[in-house]
Structures are given as C-alpha cells and as structure tokens.
C-alpha cells in the first residue's frame, strides 16, 4: 500500500493536532503563533505537494495526480491568505482564539482529500470533514447573532445538500455496484449498464456538488452566510472551499460519468446560465459589499461551469484557470474589504468606500484593479479567465451559453465600475483606520499579480492543461 | 524582430507607460507631485512622437504588407503570439495618437488642478492602449489593447468631467463593452477556425459565407458603437459634453477611429462576402447618420455637443467611403478619419479656450469674441472651414475623395452623402457666427483675454497639419496608396471567386 501518496494530509493533519496540543497547553493567548505555525504548516504541505510522486493508493480510493496536484496547491494559497488576513481582524473584533486557524486547517484537510477522492466513499468523508469544520467556522463569532444564524443556516442548508449528495452516492451504488471512479468509467463506457436510477442518482450527486459551489438554484445560503460570517471566513468561504467542490464537480463529472456527459450536459448549462444571470443581476441592488462579493461569487461559479459544459479537456482547462485567477482576486478584493475599517469599528457598506481615492490612493488602486478583474477588462488576469472558458464553449458548439455568458459579463460590470465610481467619482467620506500589514502585503501581491498576469500566462495555462488531461483518462 | 534588429513599435507602445511608472514613484507635497507629473507626461508623449516620426521617415510606402514587424511567442500551444507590426494604414492613426497625446498633455496645464498626477498617469495609459490597438498584428491582442482603453477613458470622463460626468462614464463604458464582448466571440469563432489569430494569416483565410454573415454581426456590434454609428451613437454627445478638454479631443482624434480602423483592418479584408452583402446597410446608417446628425447638430446649444454630432457625420462620411470598395472611397475616409482627428480635435480645443475662460460652453453666452480675441477668432475661423472641407483645408480632399467613390456605386449615394456637406457648412457657420460676430453683450466676455503663448503652442502644429493635409495631400496619402490597392484588389478577388463558386453551385 503506498501510503505516501497521502504524505501531504497527513502531515498537514499532524500539524493542526500539534497546533491544538500546543494551544491547550500554552498557558498564555497563543493566537499569534497558532497561526504563524498554521501558515507554515500550509507551506510545508505545499511543497510535499508540489514534489510528490503521482499514483493511486489505498485500494484505488485515493490518488494523486497533476489535477489534484493543481487544486491542491490554488486550496493551499487561498488558505494561507484567508489566515494571514484574520490574524488582525479577530484580535480586533474580539475572536481571536487559537481554534480559528486550527479549524481551518482541518478544512483544508478535508478539501485536499476531496480533491485526490478517487471513490464516492473517500469523497464524502472528505466532504464531511471540510463542511464541519466550515459550520464553526461560519458561527465562530458568537456573540453575533448574525454569525450564529450564518453558521446554523450553513449547518442546515448544507447537511441537506450533503444528504442529497449521500443518497446520489447510494443510488449510483445500487445500480452499478461499485463507488470506485475507474471501475464506474469503464462500466460507463458500454451504454448498456447505463440505467435510469443511476442517471437519477447522478443528478442527485450533481444537486449536491452544485449546492457547495452555491450555483443557482442551490445558491441560496451564500448572501446571508458570507454577510454573516467573520469577515476572514468569508474570505475562506469564497476562495478554498469553492476550488475544492468545483475541482470535485470536474473530477466526479469528468472522471467516473464522463461518458454520460449528454445526461448531465444541458443541467449543467441551465445551472451556468442560472448563475451568471442571477449573480449579474441581484448584485446590482446591493449596498452591502460583502453580499455584492456573494452574488458575485455566485456569478463567476456560473462562468467557470460554462467550461465544464463544455464537457472537454480545453473546458476543464478553462475552469481551472477561471479558478486559479478568481483565487487571487478574491483574496485581494477581501484585503481591500478588511481594510475598511472606521474608528476601530468594520463598516461593509459600499458608500463607506466614497472618495477613497482621494484619503487612500492604493487601496483604491488595488480595489480598482480587482473590479476591472472581476469584470473582466482585458489586461487583467480576469479576463483571460474569461477567455479560456468561452473559448471551450464556442469550441463545443455552445453558443448561446456562450452568447449570454458575455452578456452577462457585460451587465456584471455594471456593479463592479458602481464601487470605481464610488472610490474615485464621489466626494470623499471620514479616512479609514491604519490598515495592518498583513492586509497591504496580500492586496499588494495579489494587485499585482492580477494587474501582470498577462506577462506570464504561459506556466498556469500549462499547468492547468496538464492537470485536465489528468481528468480525461 | 524587424530589419533593424530593433523593437521599435514595443518601444513606443509601452514607453508612456515606463513614464507612468516614473509618476508614480515622485514623492513630495502636493504641489510637487503635480508639476513632476505634468513635465513627466509631457516629455514621455514628446519621446515617443520624436520615436515615432522615426517610423514616419524608415517606413516604406511601396510595400502594401507589414513593416517593422516583431513577433513573440505569447502562449504559443495556442496559435496566440505577441505580435505588432504597421502597414500604410496603421502608421497612420499610429502618428496621429502619438501627435495628439503631447497636445492633450499641454492643454491640460492649466484647467486640471486636481489629481494631477492621477490624470497624467491615465493619460499615459491611454497612449499604451491606442498605439498598441494600431499596432497589434494578432487579434487577441488587438482586442486586450482596444477593450482596455476603456479602462483609463472612464476614469478620465468620471472624475475631471462635467456635473453630469458618473452617468456619461458610466454609459459610455457599458455602451463600449456591450459591442465588444461580442467580437470577442466572433475572434474566438475565427480562432476555432483558422487555429490561429495571427491578422495577416486571418486575412488570407477564406472564411465560409454563413459563418461570414454572423462574424461580421458581431464585428459591427463592436465597431459601430465605436464610430459611433447612428443608431448606437447616443454616448457620443453625453461622453464629450462631459469629459474634460484633453478627454474630447483624444475621444475625438483617435477613440473614435479605433471603429473605422476596425472595420478596414478586420471586417473587410478577412470577411469580404459579407461586408459586400451588408453595403446597403452600411451606406442606410451611414447616410441617415450624416443628414439626421446634421440637423441635430444645428438646433444644439452647446458648443461640445454640436462638435459631437458634427463628428457623428463626419464619421458618416467615413463608413460610406469605407463600404465603396473602391480606391478613391477607401482612400477618402481614410484621409478623412486622419484630418478628423486633428480638425475636430482642435475644434475641441478652440471650444477649451473660451471655456477655460468663461466656465460656460452655452452658445448664447457669447458673441462678438473676434473683437477681444482676433486671434482666437482667426483659429477658429480656419478650424472651422477645415471642418466645413473648404478646398485648401485638411477637411476637402477625405470628403471630396468619398463622394468621388460613392459616385462610382450610386448617384443617390452621392447626393445624400454629399448633401452633408451642405449642412455641415450650415451648423459649422452658425455656430461660428453666434460666438465670434456680433456684439459683445455680457461685462465679462469685455475683459476676455485673447490666446495665451501655450494656447498658441497648441494650436500652432494643428494649424500646420491641416493645412499641408490640404495644400499637399499625397505627403499623407502615399503611405496607404499600396496598402489601399492592395486590399482593394485582395476584396475583387474574393468577390470574382465567389461568384465562382455560386456558378459552380449552380
């Protein structure tokens, strides 16, 4: 059994235990070093990841390719920003507790088995794993009545998902036999094994994925849990957990139903459609950002599917790089968002951002360069996410897909150029509060990697090239 | 790389943008910054037209294809590459964003006071993108250059503009970007295609007549909000009422040809069935642009919004020309989109003048300035009849060059194009009657200061282009008399297969 293709979790799992061990023990606040040893612990992780050997271990239950070598890494990254960003942030509002990075980094455990499942069963215990340790995290603030309906609501709302999704497993189960992904390929392959209570149990597996990345019609949880939450988790909520249930979305519809991709195509077109739509249109009457950056997230969750309808390696190539780019501005529009701080008090109100320009030239800047990214202005990395995706669907044929997609693109632009106008068109409001260090460190590097990243498309493109052949066996 | 070894097209794309960086890095009062960013742009945008005249004397006009060529692989698995390169047509509009971006700097000395350095830094910005937009020889990188132009363009009109600036912006942006997205489609169409998006490559590909149809949809989509064409050119007149001075006439000069270089670089060569098949519409929106725009732009009373349909009309006449398919029409409108930027870009400066002055630009608030200011009145006059194609102006040989090519398809075609011209003269006159003659009336227009040395410096240069433009075209045109044939000849020979093939079929 080659147990070292699992290195990386476990490693990572050590650490949180060492972290939990060491915060208990520790009889002053460990806060600070819980989270540093955390981060490093993400680090380390990372470069076992990067040097791993690919394989499938475990009785074919787990493996370790150049996708889930890719995933792993955007997971790590987005994981290590959201931490960096919280440190300050608790402390201030009163949360900071040595838990908090210990929960998350459970989280990422969990969503880097999710990421290597190779068998319906190791899927949800990844799964499982990352949600529980997601419902605390959402309620983490206690004593706020918001954060505690954000993480009951979470609870909810996804232990249904996750039933649905089980129940999707148990079907698939009864009908062929099987819950490894290879062996349900193969039996795929001849259109006789295909029955209709396996395709039922397919949508239903697909029901449940689609709720973890919040795409319409299972979105509904999104505003009010990322307005609730902490803001840090928030952060987290929009960048790991959405590249880990996407990368599970392609894997699962890739891999094991790949050759019932006429079955789950149109759904998941409806689905992308759904998304863009709904999240470039509610967004436009909101006031709150944190809930704009929901329905945002809902939106480009709708641009990314637009690849994995495409139902190809140039679509899953699409999706991935959509992923990786929306990682990095996420994490700088979160910054830019943590920044916003009055009197020692977090404002979230858009008008809160008036004439920033004027009191706060490069958070402005940052914010604007992330908006023009989200929006997709050409010269931003957000853009050539855009680019990859359409260009697999016009590949596939999928033109009105692709047809609403940019429409959609053009409507989502609307709200994004609104908090330009705001920042640089208005008269400027009372300065913020000294950010810390942390917040101008990931808003600055994220600001320029999304500002430049037409310099250096080549290795990420690449890279997400070689992990969606991974997919396609 | 190209014969020299050297790459000079990158050099002057992204040298404002070196010049940007070098704004940014100033520290210091405000007072300080803001001077340091006004020398700064100016001598950035001054080395790059000195660069680029280098391109005006070592370019090659007998050569109909591309000059000072540089490729780069870019993500070359994919058939995208970095490519420039100029031919006769491009150099053009090249020199003319070059030559217009010192102006706009200078005369932005004075009337922008606020956020200075953020102003020059958009300035700078812009240059990158509309050099970059003429230059670009892969259309992937064409599309990044022109969509991102919007970027430092909304930002120019929504922070120094007028009262009504954040609806103008933010109109402008959403009218500019709807039309784009869907020529990204189409270049994503032409990409599965031709499994490149090399523009010469694109060129010779032959695309098949169906996928001609919605390609070229999409194209107009695009380049018609761009020109603006009538109906979609309502941002036009919101964006140059409110975008400050230097914002019009770059809006004027250059944004506005980004279109008519679209639809001569891309619609026409690479989808030559379809742009035959879409003439009459083209001609249809053309020439109700010209008459309707016309008399729009008689009953206005600002001065800004009668230039902004003047130039809706004038850009008229361009497409007309472009869609004769002849030499003598595409020759005018390319001529006529060049003595367009400069005449209707100092039209806007002469609007500056008077409004830096008096903080009004309502037509009825003047009158009677040619007693105060003759030598204001002198430059407007000589503006004005440029704008009006007088013989002799910059104005004349476009317009007389198109309706020579509109002959050639139709009579009508000639007479209604023509009949702008006519009106032209009307609204142009009125205008300049209302605000030079007359007596003056008001107790501050007694005390009007007539042109200061820096104004002169402005105009001098305009003065001087539009009227060799004028008296000695063929300086001008000889750049894209080979291009021009060649693409004239290159659409003959498209339309002669075609017709081919439908005998074949048949």
Known sequence: MNWTLALPEIVLACFGMGVLLFGVLRKQDSTMLATMFTIFGFLVTGLLVATGLPGTGFHGQFVADPFSTFNKLLILIGASFAALMSLDWNEKQGIGRFEFPVVMLFAVVGMMIMVSASNLMTLYVGLELQSLSLYVLAAFARDDIRSSEAGLKYFVLSGLASGLLLYGVSMVYGFSGTMDFVVLRDQLANPANISAGLIVGVVFVLVGLAFKVSAVPFHMWTPDVYQGAPTPVTAFFAMAPKVAAMALLLRVMATPFGHLLPAWQSLIVIVSIGSMALGALAAIGQTNIKRLMAYSSIGHMGFALIGLAAGSEDGVRGVLVYMAVYVFMTAGTFACIMSMRRNGKAVEEIKDLAGLASNDAGLAMALAVFMFSLAGIPLMAGFFAKLYVFLAAVKAGLWTLAVIGVLASVVGSFYYIRIIKVMYFDPAGEKFDRRPAALSFVAAATGLITAFFFLFPTPVVDAAQLAARAVFP | ?506
């Open chain 2, 1 to 506: 790389m190209n014969a020299a070894g050297f790459p000079l097209l990158s050099l002057i794309t992204w040298l404002p943008l070196v010049g940007g960086a070098v704004i940014l890095s100033v520290r210091g009062d405000e007072e300080t910054i803001a001077s340091n960013a006004r020398w700064t742009a100016l001598w950035t945008t001054l080395i790059v037209l000195v660069l680029s005249l280098v391109l005006w004397v070592e370019f090659d006009p007998t050569d109909a294809g591309f000059q000072f060529v540089e490729s780069v692989p870019w993500l070359s698995d994919y058939g995208l590459g970095y490519k420039m390169g100029v031919d006769g047509i491009s150099v053009m509009f090249v020199l003319l964003s070059t030559a217009l971006t010192p102006i706009c700097i200078l005369a932005s000395w004075e009337s922008i006071q606020t956020k200075v350095r953020e102003y020059m830094l958009a300035f700078l910005i812009l240059e990158t993108m509309m050099i970059g937009t003429f230059c670009a020889l892969d259309f992937v990188v064409f599309y990044m250059f022109f969509e991102c132009v919007l970027i430092p363009m909304y930002l120019i009109i929504g922070i120094w503009g007028g009262p009504r600036r954040v609806y103008s912006a933010v109109k402008f942006f959403l009218y500019t970007l709807t039309g784009s997205v869907l020529m990204l489609l189409a270049i994503l169409a032409m990409w599965m295609h031709a499994g490149t998006t090399d523009i010469p490559t694109l060129m010779a590909t032959s695309f098949p007549p169906s996928m001609q149809t919605w390609l070229f949809l999409a194209f107009l989509a695009s380049f018609a909000v761009k020109v603006p064409m009538w109906p979609v050119h309502t941002w036009l007149p919101d964006a140059h009422v409110e975008a400050p001075t230097a914002g019009s006439v770059i809006l004027a000069g250059v944004l506005l040809k980004m279109g008519g270089y679209g639809f001569i670089r891309f619609s026409i060569p690479m989808l030559p069935e379809a742009s035959a098949a879409f003439a009459p519409l083209m001609f249809t929106l053309s020439v109700v642009a010209v008459i309707y725009t016309s008399l729009v732009a008689l009953a206005q009373e600002d001065m800004k919004k009668l230039i902004a349909y003047s130039s809706v009309a004038h850009m008229g006449i361009v497409t007309i020309g472009l869609f004769t398919f002849n030499e003598q029409g595409i020759q005018g409108a390319l001529f006529q989109m060049v003595s367009h930027g400069i005449v209707s870009g100092a039209l806007f400066l002469v609007v500056g003048v008077i409004y830096d002055r008096i903080h009004t630009r309502e037509i009825a608030r003047y009158g009677g300035l040619a007693e105060r200011m003759p030598g204001y009145a002198f430059v407007f006059m000589l503006f004005t009849m440029a704008s009006v194609g007088l013989p002799g102006t910059a104005g004349f040989v476009g317009e007389f060059l198109v309706i020579l090519g509109a002959f050639k398809v139709s009579f009508w075609l000639a007479l209604l194009g023509g009949a702008g011209m006519i009106l032209g003269a009307a609204y142009m006159l009125y205008l300049y009657r209302r605000v030079v003659f007359g007596r003056i009336t008001r107790d501050d227009l007694r005390a009007i200061m007539d042109l200061s040395p820096r104004e002169w410096a402005l105009f001098v240069p305009l003065i001087v282009l539009t009227m060799w433009m004028g008296i000695y075209p063929s300086s001008f045109s000889v750049f894209w008399e080979a291009s021009v044939a060649a693409m004239v000849k290159h659409h003959q020979a498209a339309m002669e297969s075609a017709v081919k093939l439908a005998g074949v079929i048949n």
